[in-house]
């Protein structure tokens, strides 16, 4: 059974820093696609950040330049450094893994149960 265990959300103030952890337990295929998808009340859930195995990472344009993800294949874990927060990047962050990196969150079925991340003006 493939878990997803996620840390490091909370409430930070505009400028601030945040530091979220992933990792990934029971799930096999390598190489793999890992990464965070964030939904903002009443928004569509969109892509922060997602990295495939050993490749460039892709980012959201408006994360692009403040945040950075990175991984530990070894430890099936991956981080997403956020600096500068801003307001609209208040969201709960959702972790996934699949075996692509799928542009639509329907494609995956291996999901964390989220961390809120506000960010206060």
């Known amino acids: 059974q493939v878990q997803l265990a996620e840390s490091g959300g909370g409430p930070v103030q505009a400028g601030g820093s945040l530091r979220l952890t992933c990792v990934a337990s029971?799930?096999?295929?390598?190489?793999?696609?890992m990464g965070w998808f964030r939904q903002a009340p009443e928004k569509e859930r969109e892509w922060a950040a997602r990295i495939f195995t050993g490749n460039t990472p892709y980012y959201d344009p408006s994360v692009k330049g403040r945040f950075v993800i990175s991984e530990e294949n070894d430890k099936n874990t991956v981080y997403l450094q956020m600096n500068s927060l801003k307001p609209e990047d208040t969201a709960m962050y959702y972790c996934?893994?699949?075996?692509?990196?799928?542009?639509?969150?329907?494609?995956?079925?291996?999901w964390g149960q989220g961390t809120q991340v506000t960010v206060s003006s």
């Open positions: 029971g799930y096999t295929d390598s190489p793999y696609c």
């Open positions: 996934v893994i699949g075996k692509y990196c799928y542009s639509s969150s329907d494609m995956f079925t291996h």
